[in-house]
């Protein structure tokens, strides 16, 4: 009787795990690239490619400061999009203190994250549960996010001091990301 029972538990478990896992992996706009046609879907979702000028736009920042991209021109800016509860995000955001800011500090660069369709009491949360101080940007309605693109996250969108866009990325890749990085010094380079 015990084994019937702990079987059926077992079941049910391997069946919650798996529905977690099928939910994690379909979640809109949230995952690393997996499918073949993965970056045909990306190219078609991404609003600003490399080589347009970067839409304005005006975001509230955690601290109720408000910030233009515009007032930025002369800074190489880094704008990224992201969500609390997206895991790539999540697996990228870690870098972004020692592979971004500690790197470009005293530096022509900005590191603008905003996140995408979540409120200021969700991104202030994992903020502090994270430990992080860097600013963040909020996006509640996703107006910021729906000028660049209409799909998928992480995204980031490498912008030169002229308002330029640089370089547009989709998901999170160790290797991409590493690329980004060595874009970016080129990029601060060039600007000097």
Same mark, same amino acid.
């Given at each position: 009787?015990?084994?019937?029972?702990?079987?059926?538990?077992?079941?049910?478990?391997?069946?919650?795990?798996?529905?977690?896992? %099928?939910?994690?992996?379909?979640?809109?706009? @949230? &995952?690393?690239?997996?499918?073949?046609?993965?970056d045909q879907e990306i190219e078609a979702?991404? *609003?600003?490619?490399?080589? $347009?000028?970067?839409? $304005?736009?005006?975001?509230?920042?955690?601290?109720? #400061?408000?910030?233009?991209?515009?007032?930025? +021109?002369?800074?190489?800016? *880094?704008?990224?999009?992201?969500?609390?509860? @997206? =895991? =790539? @995000?999540?697996?990228?955001?870690?870098?972004? !203190?020692?592979?971004?800011?500690?790197?470009? #500090? &005293? +530096? $022509?660069?900005?590191? *603008? =994250?905003?996140?995408?369709?979540? /409120?200021?009491? %969700?991104?202030?949360?994992?903020?502090?549960?994270? &430990?992080?101080?860097?600013?963040?940007?909020? $996006? =509640?309605? !996703?107006?910021?996010?729906? *000028?660049?693109?209409?799909?998928?996250?992480?995204?980031?969108?490498?912008? /030169?001091?002229?308002?330029?866009?640089?370089?547009?990325?989709?998901?999170? #890749?160790?290797e991409e990301f590493d690329a980004l990085t060595a874009t970016i010094?080129?990029?601060?380079?060039? #600007?000097?």
């Amino acid at each position: 009787m015990a084994t019937k029972k702990s079987n059926k538990q077992l079941w049910i478990l391997l069946a919650l795990i798996g529905i977690i896992a %099928a939910l994690i992996l379909l979640l809109p706009g @949230c &995952g690393n690239r997996t499918k073949k046609n993965a970056d045909q879907e990306i190219e078609a979702t991404t *609003l600003v490619k490399a080589g $347009d000028t970067a839409p $304005d736009f005006t975001a509230e920042m955690l601290d109720g #400061e408000k910030i233009t991209l515009s007032s930025l +021109r002369g800074k190489v800016v *880094l704008l990224n999009f992201w969500a609390t509860w @997206c =895991p =790539p @995000c999540r697996q990228e955001m870690t870098r972004v !203190q020692s592979d971004l800011i500690d790197r470009f #500090e &005293g +530096r $022509d660069f900005v590191f *603008l =994250p905003v996140s995408r369709g979540e /409120d200021r009491a %969700a991104v202030a949360a994992f903020r502090e549960k994270q &430990g992080y101080a860097f600013p963040m940007g909020l $996006d =509640p309605e !996703q107006r910021i996010y729906d *000028l660049y693109a209409s799909n998928y996250i992480p995204r980031n969108f490498l912008i /030169d001091a002229d308002g330029k866009v640089v370089m547009a990325t989709a998901g999170y #890749e160790a290797e991409e990301f590493d690329a980004l990085t060595a874009t970016i010094e080129r990029t601060l380079a060039t #600007e000097q």
